[in-house]
């Protein structure tokens, strides 16, 4: 079965790859219109030392930003979980500064605090991904059933006590949830940033510079890198599940 949850992906992306290149080469785009998946390896000979020094510094801010979303998301979702009031009154907010496009606050951000590139970008990064850590939290508590919590307080048991025997693996699997979507918000925070911020660096910097040169294979390597560490971090936190809340997986029948 781990075998096959290994091969899968990677057919499926073999295919993806294939059809790529067959819809570009069907419609004869030349690389300057269209870069095909074979347009791309001489892009990572050529700047291999830049996709390691970018790739690393999105990475790392992406990380850190996620990081920070999931302290803050917690906490907060936990305030709104346990409190019907504070529900009532931080849920608009949260909603309201959701719908606003990351995209607009981007340039705000950059100027607010110019020359602070790494501050810039995991704070857009933590500001992308906060939103579904703390609505998933305050779910997973605001749902638990109250025959749990007369029992254990019947019992003795403390507050605390029954937040980590009960309210926390409840929440676990719809944290995981959200933590999954997370990881894919804070990469496009990170690279937000990186392109817009005229002290950009990472590979969203190496992106612009690459649709500034008209050098389609290099933007499209770039696109690549970024899908590949996400699906990294994304299997990175299918680990953490499986090791936190592997018991509440259900196999289809």
């Not at 219109?33 to 291999?48: E, G, H, Q, R, T």
């Not at 996620?66 to 909603?95: E, K, W």
């Not at 590139?117 to 579904?132: E, K, V, Y």
């Amino acid at each position: 079965m781990t075998l096959q949850k290994i091969l899968v992906p990677i057919a499926a992306m073999i295919v993806f790859g294939l059809l790529w290149e067959l819809l570009v080469w069907a419609n004869g785009w030349p690389n300057y219109v269209m870069a095909s998946p074979s347009d791309l390896p001489p892009a990572y000979a050529k700047y291999w030392e830049l996709f390691l020094v970018m790739g690393w510094q999105t990475l790392w801010r992406t990380v850190v930003g996620l990081v920070v979303a999931i302290i803050f998301g917690v906490l907060v979702g936990m305030i709104m979980g346990f409190s019907r009031v504070m529900r009532d009154a931080l849920y608009p907010l949260l909603v309201g500064f959701n719908a606003v496009p990351k995209a607009t606050v981007v340039p705000i951000v950059a100027l607010l605090f110019v020359g602070a590139h790494d501050f810039n970008t995991i704070l857009i990064a933590f500001m992308i991904s906060f939103f579904p850590i703390a609505v998933s939290v305050s779910i997973g508590l605001s749902t638990l059933e109250p025959e749990y919590r007369d029992i254990l307080r019947s019992l003795g048991a403390s507050q605390t006590t029954i937040f980590w025997k009960i309210a926390l693996p409840k929440t676990l699997p719809e944290f995981f949830g959200a933590l999954k979507v997370a990881v894919t918000l804070a990469f496009i925070g990170t690279n937000l940033m990186e392109i817009v911020s005229p002290h950009g660096r990472g590979l969203g910097a190496l992106f612009d510079s690459g649709k500034t040169n008209s050098d389609y294979p290099l933007m499209f390597a770039v696109l690549i890198a970024l899908a590949l560490m996400g699906i990294l971090l994304y299997y990175v936190v299918v680990a953490l599940e499986k090791v936190f809340a592997g018991w509440a997986e259900r196999t289809p029948g």
